[in-house]
């Protein structure tokens, strides 16, 4: 979520090309997915500070906010080169290649279907020197620039992810710790407030006892939606209004984590959710 926001942060304007070419070769860059269309005009009548010029600017660029690319487990090597068409004899450009002047945001680092090692491998230069080396299927290889703001976000432990000499190449690492109570309750209520919910305070208590005292569980900013959104479930199966009764509450805390008893014998059951 906080890396998330960092979408919403950039108003200004870029002009994307349409597609480029490398020696004969076309490569194909706009992409409706990722890159959103302007309006010029519209664009300049609602900021007069704007760069986007009300003369019809070359059309073979596209006026775009800056992009905002986010992938996860799918990333693999291979969407970080040049992908060859051969129905239509073109190239289509590499994610990091799109998100160009906006951001790249790597979500659940560590858990992708290509190894951290390989991954950060790829990216110790670009990191390092803001440009990518990129090669056609001819044999050509050629720089494309880096600069964009790469985000890698990950709830492991980054020592076990990188070694110190990537780790010096991320200048900012920020934990995103558990909230106080305070800040717990106004999460809840603002979950609440959604659902058309009022959290009485013994129903507050109540979850901070389940959660920290019986569970043993550090408080999480995903915690309040989490459980509002079980109890709202709950409730709707029942055929009730919405309503932090205790049951529901402690059935939503209940599957906020999976427990395993252990049996008599040492062994232990499967786990329940």
């Known amino acids: 979520m906080v890396a998330l926001s960092f979408a919403n942060v ?8 349409y597609a480029i070419i490398i020696e004969g070769e076309i490569i194909r860059y706009f992409d409706p997915s990722i890159h959103v269309p302007l309006d010029p005009v519209e664009e300049h009548r609602d900021d007069e500070t704007s760069f986007v010029r009300h003369d019809n600017n070359d059309m073979r660029w596209v006026a775009c906010k800056r992009p905002f ?4 487990g799918e990333l693999t090597l291979e969407m970080l080169d040049l992908r060859y ?3 239509g004899h073109f190239y289509e450009a590499p994610l990091h ?3 160009l002047s906006g951001c790249l945001l790597i979500d659940d680092f560590g858990r992708q279907l290509v190894s951290p090692t390989h991954l950060l491998n790829r990216w110790i230069v670009p990191l390092e020197n803001r440009i990518d080396y990129l090669k056609l299927n001819t044999g050509k290889t050629f720089t494309v620039p880096f600069e964009e703001l790469v985000i890698f976000s990950t709830n492991l432990e980054p020592e076990d992810l990188m070694d110190p000499a990537f780790l010096r190449r991320l200048p900012y690492k920020i934990e995103v710790g558990p ?4 800040r717990y309750r106004a999460i809840f209520e603002s979950e609440c407030l959604k659902q058309g919910m009022q959290l009485p305070e013994e129903a507050f208590q109540f979850i901070v006892r389940k959660v920290r005292d019986e ?4 408080f999480a900013a995903y915690q309040p939606r989490f459980i509002i959104d079980q109890v709202v479930a709950t409730c709707r199966f029942m055929e009730e209004p ?3 009764k205790p049951r529901y509450v402690e059935y939503a805390v209940n599957n906020l984590r999976v427990h395993r008893h252990d049996q008599p014998n040492g062994k232990k059951t499967s786990a329940r959710v």
């Open 215 to 218: 569970k043993g569980m550090d």
């Open 69 to 72: 690319v986010v992938t996860g």
């Open 85 to 87: 068409d051969p129905n």
């Open 179 to 182: 909230p106080d109570v305070d």
């Open 242 to 244: 919405p309503q932090l």
């Open 10 to 17: 950039f108003t200004d304007v870029i002009y994307v090309p």
């Open 97 to 99: 290649m799109k998100a």
